[in-house]
C-alpha cells in the first residue's frame, strides 16, 4: 500500500526565503512526526501531532520554524527566512496510533539546501 | 531520565561475516524497543520491535535483537553479512505507555560498512 509521502524530495532556495515542506501521512494513522537530520547526524525532534490533540512543539529550534496538520491528514513544515544552518534532511513519519507498541513509518525526506 | 546509547559510531565487516550493533538503554520503566535502518536517501525503514513479548525478536533481512533487561541491552545481530546491508542503523526507545513524541528516543545510529 502507499507509504509516507514528502514532496518535494530536494528543494534549494536562497538564503532569507521562506520554504515549506509536506508531508502526506499513511492514511488512517494518527501519529505524525517531523525531524531534521543533518548530514552525518541522527535524528533531531521537531514536533509530534496526534490527532485532535494540542501538537508537541518542543522540538521546534525557533519561531521561524512552524508545522500544521489537518484534521488526521496531510502536514505542512514552513520555514520562514531560512538560513544556511536549515540545510538538512527534513523527514516525516506516521504511526497508526500513539502507543508504545506502534513502529513509524518514515517518508523519504525532503533534503533542503540553503544558499 | 530515559536515554538509549548506540556504542559504536561505525562498525566496519568484512562480507559473510556477523555483524554485531550494540544499543543500551536506561530507563525505570519497561521500554518497547526498535531498530530502524537508513540507506543513502531513504528514511527509515523498520527492521525489527521488541514489545515485551518473545526476548530474541526476528527482523527482516536476516536481523535479530535479544532485549536482556538484566544487561538493559538490546543488541542487532545478523549471522552473515551482505553487501545491501551498509546503511545506518538506529536503536530506537519508547518508554511511555502513551508513547507519542516524549517517550520515543533516537539513538545517534551506527554506521555498517561492509568490506568485500
Known amino acids: 500500500g502507499a507509504g509516507v509521502s514528502q514532496s518535494p524530495s530536494n528543494k534549494v532556495t536562497e538564503k532569507g526565503k521562506d520554504v515549506e515542506l509536506r508531508c502526506d501521512p499513511i492514511?488512517?494513522?494518527?501519529?505524525l512526526y517531523w525531524y531534521r537530520q543533518r548530514l552525518g547526524q541522527g535524528l533531531e525532534f521537531l514536533i509530534y501531532?496526534?490527532?485532535?490533540?494540542?501538537?508537541?512543539k518542543s522540538g521546534l529550534p525557533s519561531d521561524r520554524f512552524s508545522a500544521e496538520r489537518t484534521g488526521e491528514s496531510v502536514s505542512t513544515l514552513t520555514i520562514q527566512r531560512t538560513q544556511q544552518e536549515d540545510s538538512a534532511v527534513y523527514l516525516c513519519a506516521s504511526s497508526l496510533d500513539q502507543g508504545p507498541n506502534s513502529p513509524l513509518h518514515f517518508g523519504n525526506g525532503t533534503r533542503l539546501t540553503v544558499t | 531520565a530515559q536515554s538509549v546509547t548506540q556504542l559504536d559510531s561505525h562498525v566496519s565487516v568484512s562480507e559473510g561475516t556477523p555483524v554485531l550493533l550494540r544499543c543500551n538503554y536506561s530507563s525505570s520503566y519497561s521500554p518497547s524497543l526498535f531498530w530502524y535502518v537508513q540507506h543513502p536517501n531513504k528514511g527509515l525503514q523498520l527492521l525489527l520491535k521488541?514489545?515485551?513479548?518473545?526476548?530474541l525478536v526476528k527482523g527482516i533481512n536476516g536481523f535479530e535483537a535479544e532485549f536482556k533487561k538484566s544487561e538493559t541491552s538490546f543488541h542487532l545481530t545478523k549471522p552473515s553479512a551482505h553487501m545491501s546491508d551498509a546503511a545506518e542503523y538506529f536503536c530506537v526507545v519508547s518508554f511511555l505507555t502513551g508513547g507519542g513524541a516524549d517517550g520515543l528516543t533516537f539513538g545517534k545510529g551506527t554506521h555498517l560498512i561492509i568490506q568485500p
Open positions: 501531532f496526534q490527532g485532535n490533540s494540542a501538537p508537541d
Open positions: 521488541y514489545t515485551s513479548a518473545a526476548t
Open positions: 492514511s488512517g494513522h494518527t501519529a
